[in-house]
């Protein structure tokens, strides 16, 4: 595989690298984490940080049910989602919550973004969402269809956002072609060392289905008795995340890669400063 700045090159075929996507993922991801996110969301209505959470980012599929929110985020027990929606559509209109987390991301990174020309990263993020498709990958495809904002900072998180989206619907795919229920992937993240201390709260996930995803993943020898992960279990690890590269890549049109690699040293200039000032406690 030969590499040339921010792209690679895989099986003759131009494909973004993954500091990129780590670089949408961070100026995306933290308005999840804002300090004042809960009541951002409670001034419109809503009630509690994951009411606010599932409702504002599944308001860009419109106002969708616990049952799609449950397919679409994958990763979360069930039963919290239920416990948000579809109350909160009955609490706070899609509008008025799409206006606030607007309102909500352009504070919180505004700090990442000293000395990054804006306007430049807003062009190039926006200029590639037509390259994208969108078959297969619903949050991208209701975030895409969003109206784009005039602010600039606002475009660039839309975009973003989109694009995060994006890889993320394709890693959902790979990892349901795995046979990897919501618990399992969580097992096998905490296990890999790729999710947050405390994941299985976070997530929702009660004792006896944590357990339960243990012992599944524990069946095909991916985590050991202690639960820590396997050779084979970072083996499979490490093809979920070259599968999900591959099926991004396969979505993305030579013309949006171009795009995109025009403006990706601005994005991870952005993602570094974020993570600098604090702003993304995953990086922690």
């Known amino acids: 595989m030969a590499r040339a700045g921010p792209r690679w090159v895989h099986n003759g075929r131009v494909t973004l690298r993954r500091s990129f996507w780590h670089a ?9 984490f804002a300090p004042d996110a809960k009541a951002t969301f409670e001034a419109v209505g809503l009630k509690g940080q994951w009411m606010g959470y599932f409702a504002s980012r599944s308001a860009a599929l419109g106002v969708p049910g616990p049952e799609v929110v449950v397919a679409t985020f994958h990763g979360f027990a069930p039963r919290l989602v239920h416990r948000a929606l579809p109350a ?15 309102a909500l991301a352009r504070r919180t990174i505004a700090p990442g973004f000293h000395g990054v020309d804006v306007a ?6 926006q200029a590639a ?10 949050l991208a495809a209701g975030q895409v269809g969003l109206p784009v904002p005039a ?23 790979v990892l349901t072609a795995a046979g990897l229920d ?22 929702g996930w009660t004792d006896e289905e ?22 084979e279990g970072i083996v499979a ?35 570094k400063q974020i993570v600098a000032e604090g702003i993304d406690p995953t990086a922690h």
Do not use: C, K
């Open 120 to 125: 430049a990263l807003a062009t190039g993020l």
């Open 182 to 203: 919501g618990a399992m992937a969580n097992v096998l993240a905490v296990a890999a060392g790729m999710a947050m201390t405390g994941q299985q709260q976070l997530r």
């Open 129 to 138: 969402l037509p390259g994208l498709d969108l078959g297969g990958r619903p």
């Open 24 to 32: 949408v993922e961070t100026i995306h991801h933290v308005v999840y």
């Open 237 to 271: 690890r490490t093809q979920i995340e070259t599968d999900t590269d591959h099926a991004t890549a396969a979505g993305i049109s030579a013309d949006a890669v171009a795009h995109l690699s025009s403006i990706a040293d601005l994005a991870v200039t952005a993602s």
């Open 151 to 173: 602010d600039e900072l606002d475009a660039v998180w839309h975009a973003a956002s989109a694009l995060r989206e994006f890889r993320g619907d394709s890693h959902l795919a």
């Open 210 to 231: 944590w357990a339960a995803g243990a012992d599944r993943l524990r069946s095909r020898g991916w985590i050991g008795g202690d639960d820590a992960i396997t050779e």
């Open 88 to 102: 909160a559509w009955e609490l706070a209109s899609r509008d008025d919550i799409l206006v606030a987390r607007h």
